[in-house]
């Protein structure tokens, strides 16, 4: 979007479908372009079906998962957010996304 600026008194103009006014001081500037609310975008075509296919190209861990029996996941470690505690890793399933978390809290 674009902002226009009133070329007498540096007023915001509002812009209109066919002009753009300055309510300061009345300036009207007619538009060249009218545009038009039943213009479509050109529809874009399809180049192809993609690198991935709705699995998780990331998961390289082998685990089976719980939920869908998928026997590959991805590894997340989050960290630590304090000293004493344990790293938290989740396992998340390279089919349907389910994370299951792995480890206990410290000790």
């Known amino acids: 979007m674009v902002i226009r600026f009133c070329p007498t008194c540096k007023g915001i103009l509002i812009l209109g479908k066919e002009k753009a006014v300055c309510h300061s001081c009345g300036f009207v500037q007619y538009s060249k372009v009218v ?21 998780n190209v990331f998961a390289t861990y082998e685990h089976k998962c719980k939920n869908c029996g998928y026997d590959k996941a ?34």
């Open 35 to 55: 545009l038009s609310s039943n213009e479509k975008l050109p529809e874009k075509e399809e180049i192809g079906e993609g690198a991935v296919k709705g699995e």
């Open 74 to 107: 991805q590894v997340i470690d989050c960290g630590i957010f304090y000293s004493d505690e344990d790293n938290l890793i989740f396992l998340k399933c390279g089919k349907c996304g389910t994370s299951e978390r792995v480890g206990d809290k410290a000790l």
